[in-house]
């Protein structure tokens, strides 16, 4: 009985540090695909070739029509 337990308390052991470095690699995985989000983003707005306050005016009206439009879903 006491071998089974041993056995028992093996896998747990074996199972937590499988669980912790499927954890680590969840988060990494995470991390790397908003980098490449980030990426994306940087590129993409660095191809419409605005400048950086006109950029910003875009997405404050941006910002503006979505709060129109939750107010208006909202009623």
């Known amino acids: 009985m006491i071998k089974n337990i041993q ?8 199972t937590k540090k499988r669980l912790t470095n499927l954890t680590n690699h969840l988060r990494d995985l995470e991390r ?3 980098e ?3 990426a994306e983003i940087v590129s993409t707005v660095r191809g419409m070739e605005i400048t ?3 950029l910003k005016a875009f997405i404050d009206e941006g910002k503006k029509y979505l709060k129109e439009v939750k107010s208006e ?3």
Do not use: F, S, V
Request: no cysteine; charged share 50%.
């Open 7 to 14: 056995k028992l308390d093996e896998e747990i052991t074996k």
């Open 36 to 38: 490449a989000e980030n």
């Open 73 to 75: 879903n909202e009623t």
């Open 32 to 34: 790397w695909k908003r």
């Open 52 to 54: 950086p306050e006109a």
